[in-house]
């Protein structure tokens, strides 16, 4: 008689599988994917690698008991296939989980990840646009400084615009109407900045807890980039639409300048530092992961890309269209944006006028609107494209990183057309004697988003081939 290792029954001595529980008296199962039996005692099966219990096993090493996704790294349970077993594997299959320094890492980079969401939570209530000006000059036809919070533009800057043309004798209608434009884009950007950064803050909340609960391992890093890099594009934003950077020196001497505040450039530091660390904490976490020299190429050019993707947002803040006077007795150098470069010009326009009789102004004006639209679109999608670069610390970077750089490097070159056109148009209305023009800071933009691109193609393909080999 043969006894069931499983259920101890009695069953013949010519039996295969036990009369009571139905299992194979050898104690042998059936491997869920090849099909074949192998011992019972063990994790994986001999021939092909895969989990005997049927549970899939993800290329971190993770066994995922239930649910959809990997609790370690967040990979969907459908794109998890059979592998045989690697080092990663045996670490599950032994039971012996991460030592105490991931840990610490793990908490550590959440931590930093936290204070980075806090600060740029707090950063984007209290971003400031300032006006600053120094000689005496100059001081007495703007102020020596005059600053003007995100909220002035969902209500009180259009009472302003409303006293302002009620203050003059005439004016024309396009003036007017391109007072409200530029107004309602400073509106459009302050609002989706304010929404992306309250939703990254609630899903970064969320994710904490998860983490600090236990039920995720993953901590909130991918919120944290999301909410940090919202901050970042809506203050470039901001500063793209009101840039103005004016010097004279000689016999009048002063500056006038406008961009953001010195508070709201140390909230974007100090957020972006703590999210840097955060992300450093957990590329440190995966230990060996990162030594295989296509790993470490894939993660260089990563970094590189985030960097230049980072120079490319910070010159599109200041691309603007560029004059340098040079005349006895001052020197004047001048960088406006392109909406306000155009507004001076439309505000002396009289009533009667009209593209016709007035074809550089209105020109200007509407290649300042067109060109302003891009710019804010060129700083979305490299927004995009540095979330996808951030993100990418797991490994893994999606086509979509590389989609979004290269509708930014679209945008860029579309933006620098835009000013080469507006730039044609200013030099008309006021002459080219004894003024350079110049749009240096839109070729920047554009060549920086063009690096950005080629980096961003290298990386994809490098994590591909990554993916493959790890199948």
Do not use: W
Request: proline share 2%; aromatic share 10%; hydrophobic share 45%.
């Amino acid at each position: 008689m043969k006894e069931c290792q499983f259920c101890h029954g009695e069953n013949a001595d010519n039996a295969v599988f036990c009369k009571n529980c139905g299992k194979r008296l050898d104690g042998k199962v059936l491997c869920p994917s090849c099909g074949r039996y192998v011992d019972g005692d063990g994790a994986y099966c001999e021939f092909c690698g895969a989990r005997v219990d049927g549970k899939p096993v993800c290329s971190c090493g993770e066994v995922i008991e239930d649910g959809n996704f990997c609790p370690r790294c967040g990979k969907p349970v459908g794109e998890i296939k059979y592998k045989p077993a690697n080092a990663a594997r045996s670490e599950v299959a032994s039971r012996k989980g991460f030592d105490k320094a991931k840990g610490v890492l793990e908490i550590v980079g959440t931590s930093l990840a936290s204070f980075a969401v806090i600060i740029a939570f707090i950063a984007a209530f209290c971003l400031r646009v300032t006006a600053v000006a120094t000689g005496d000059d100059l001081t007495s036809i703007v102020g020596q400084t005059e600053s003007e919070s995100i909220f002035y533009y969902f209500g009180r800057a259009y009472a302003d615009i409303a006293d302002i043309l009620a203050g003059m004798p005439e004016y024309n209608g396009v003036y007017a109407t391109g007072l409200y434009v530029s107004t309602a884009l400073n509106t459009v950007v302050g609002i989706a900045m304010l929404v992306c950064v309250i939703v990254g803050t609630i899903m970064s909340i969320i994710a904490f807890v998860k983490f600090m609960t236990h039920k995720t391992d993953d901590g909130n890093l991918c919120p944290a980039v999301f909410t940090v890099v919202s901050l970042i594009a809506g203050a470039i934003a901001f500063k793209s639409l009101n840039y103005v950077d004016a010097r004279v020196y000689g016999s009048v001497s002063g500056t006038v300048k406008i961009g953001l505040s010195a508070g709201t450039e140390a909230g974007l530091t100090f957020a972006a530092l703590f999210l840097i660390g955060g992300i450093i904490c957990k590329i440190i976490k995966q230990g060996k992961d990162n030594l295989p020299a296509k790993k470490l190429v894939c993660r260089i050019f990563g970094a590189m890309g985030a960097f230049f993707c980072v120079i490319a947002l910070s010159s599109a803040g200041e691309a603007a269209i560029e004059m340098r006077a040079y005349s006895s007795p001052s020197t004047s150098e001048m960088n406006f944006s392109p909406v306000l470069l155009a507004l001076t010009f439309i505000s002396g326009l009289k009533v009667t006028d009209t593209a016709a009789n007035k074809p550089n102004e209105f020109g200007a004006l509407y290649c300042g609107m067109i060109s302003a639209v891009l710019v804010l679109l060129t700083i979305l999608f490299l927004a995009l494209t540095l979330c996808g670069f951030l993100r990418s610390y797991k490994g893994k970077y999606t086509a979509c990183g590389m989609v979004f750089s290269i509708i930014a490097c679209a945008c860029s070159l579309a933006a620098l057309v835009a000013y080469v056109v507006d730039l044609a148009k200013v030099s008309a209305i006021l002459g080219s004697s004894g003024i350079k023009y110049g749009v240096g800071s839109a070729v920047s933009v554009f060549v920086l988003s063009l690096i950005t691109l080629v980096h961003s193609v290298v990386k994809f393909i490098l994590s591909k081939q990554i993916e493959k080999q790890a199948e």
